[in-house]
Antibody, heavy 120, light 107 residues
């Protein structure tokens, strides 16, 4: 069974930093691209960033470019999101998601999410 | 960037009803569209991809159709567990991902 378990969320002040982690199990992690998707509480979904299976390709949404860094450690089956320069509008539940297949950015499996709150 | 507009934003229906949710793209996206279901307090669940292909394990009461700019998600006979919020999603070759704003399906 595919499992994705996010951690690292919490309350941070504007301008601060947080690192999210997503521990994967139940599939060959190194074979799949992974994304972070966030959801403002009570609102819609926003894609944040993607990393290819061997980290060769990385892309970001314009809203986080230059502030967030996605990475992965295939030896640890773990995905990361380093967030810096946090803003109030970054407040959201952050989900990690596994892509369905190469070249198709559909999110077939999701974690339970970790809440990031940016507030003074 | 491509925008996805879902309609209606909310919908009231009853168990056994047939319902249709629409997702309109701001430009031609061929069939690069997926649908997700999200229940309160849960992560989204992947239902349909490539506009009309049902993901394994998803009940056959769900179906998707469309191409180009107009897409639909149909639930042929609503079950109690189907009351949720539904999102469409698109990706493109410019490394952009877009979600619709969601359609809340209520009893």
């Amino acid at each position: 069974e595919v499992q994705l378990l996010e951690s690292g969320g919490g309350l941070e002040q504007p301008g601060g930093s947080l690192r999210l982690s997503c521990a994967a199990s139940g599939f060959t992690f190194s074979n799949y691209a992974m994304s972070w998707v966030r959801q403002d509480p009570g609102k819609g979904l926003e894609w944040v960033s993607v990393i290819s299976s061997i980290s060769g390709h990385i892309y970001y949404a314009d809203s986080v470019k230059g502030r967030f860094t996605i990475s992965r450690d295939n030896s640890k089956n773990t995905l990361y999101l380093q967030m810096s320069g946090l803003r109030a509008e970054d407040t959201a539940v952050y989900y990690c998601a596994r892509h369905k297949e190469i070249g198709k950015w559909y999110f077939v499996n999701w974690g339970q999410g970790t809440l990031v709150t940016v507030s003074s | 960037a491509i925008q996805l507009t879902q309609s209606p934003s909310s919908l009231s229906a009853s168990v056994g009803d047939r319902v249709t949710i629409t997702c309109r793209a701001s430009q031609d996206i061929s069939s690069a569209l997926a649908w997700y279901q999200q229940k309160p307090g849960e992560a989204p669940k992947f239902l349909i991809y490539d506009a009309s292909t049902l993901e394994s394990g998803v009940p056959s009461t769900f179906s998707g159709s469309g191409s180009g700019t107009d897409f639909t998600l149909t639930i042929s006979s609503l079950q109690p567990e189907d009351f949720a919020t539904y999102y469409c999603q698109h990706f493109n070759n410019y490394h952009q991902v877009t979600f619709g704003q969601g359609t809340r399906l209520e009893i």
